[in-house]
């Protein structure tokens, strides 16, 4: 708990948002979950434990699980991104899925790829703490 | 010489109440299809262009449910959500999101038998969907009003429009699993899905993958009523999702399996003109018929 307060003090702005990431994909995971879909709740557990690792320890370990994380954000947005650009040249037959074009889908893509970015950045500073200096 | 006259003039009153009914029941049929597929405005004067976003589907819902309540039943609305078919599309986008409406015509005495008859509501994208498949729910809509009009019915009948068949039959897949989560006995159910082109006019059906009872109720009707029928084993429709969880299940549509069934399936052109409103209101006293015996049981 200690560990997690002191992430909190010295980065507020990336311990949130690496909470903030955690639990979304975490919630997607239980939604999903009760609706029977196993495989979201398990990568979003994976995304939030390691995000909740990541603020607890400042070793090699977390500097990987960062890039993990960070990787996987921008794959999920570009993906979207890239979904909804493929469809909007092709005609996509699933209307459950065209609906979701939405620009606040957009922003959540877009979101995911800026915190992938943000975090990915985040990684020198990683390194810095680990090595005992403060950023 | 008077009794013959007798009996010839009661053939032709019968034979002309009959040929009135269908015509009225056609001129009901070409309002519902018609406001369905965009032909007529509904009552706040929009029109239902397409039944396939999910905005376009809660009017069409809401239509539907105010046809149900306008001849004295209650529309009932079953909510749901399911996971997309491939996990990965499941981390990627949200849920299936929708709702079935559907009533129940009770019993006249007490049962916990349900026959249902179901439709689904939905288009693809951009398509007014007028034979795919405003025609299957008129048809159930219509068979419906008539069995609430019997005054003897020794089960209960469901009436349901699904949502979203165009999506790998989802709405229909919510709704079996509540009927079997619900515990309902449910004696057979008779999905329609496409009842409105009949190019040669031999007012041919087809039934897909009956079960011996249920094809045997049909066929006995059919050689009544000079209704020409044949067996396939389509299963891409609605009548699958029942098959699935245990229920026994038909789908009957226009004679898909021969060809004789709309080129313009699934495309804009699946308009109100196209339809066959003889043969849907043929096809709809047919079906009734057959419903009426089974629910009966031949009275």
Known sequence: MEAIKESFKSDPIYAISMIGCGMAFFLKGIDYLLLGSPLPFAIGTLIAGGAFYVLVNKDKSSRRIVKVIAVFLILWGVTRLGIEILFSFASLTEAHIRSQFTWVNKLFSLSAIWFGIYFYRKLKNIRSLSAGKHV | ??????????????????????????????????????????????????????????????????????????????????????????????????????????????????????????????????????????????????????????????????????????GSQAFAKFLKAENFNVHSVHTFDMVGWDEDGNKEMELELPTPDLENAYQTKALELGIPLYVTSINSTDHHSFRQVGFQAIGINEAYGKRDSTPYKDTPEDTYETVNFDYLAESTMFVYAVIKEIINGGD
């Open chain 2, 1 to 170: 010489m008077i009794k013959h006259v007798a009996i010839i003039c009661l053939l032709v009153i019968s034979t002309l109440k009959v040929r009135g009914q269908i015509d009225l029941l056609r001129i009901e049929q070409q309002q519902m299809v018609g406001q369905l597929s965009g032909k007529f405005a509904l009552e706040n004067g929009s029109f239902l262009k397409s039944r396939d976003t999910p905005s376009a589907r809660a009017v069409a819902r809401q239509y539907l449910a105010k046809q149900i309540e306008d001849i004295g039943l209650k529309p009932k609305r079953q909510s749901y959500r399911m996971p997309n078919l491939n996990p990965l599309i499941d981390m990627l986008f949200s849920p299936f999101k929708g709702a079935n409406v559907y009533t129940v015509i009770p019993a006249s005495r007490k049962s916990d038998n349900y026959v249902v008859l179901g439709a689904h509501f939905d288009t693809e994208l951009d398509c007014p969907g007028a034979i795919d498949n405003a025609t299957g729910s008129t048809l159930i809509f219509s068979v419906g009003k008539m069995l609430y009009a019997l005054e003897e019915r020794k089960m209960n009948v469901i009436i349901v429009f699904f949502d979203q068949e165009e999506e790998e039959l989802i």
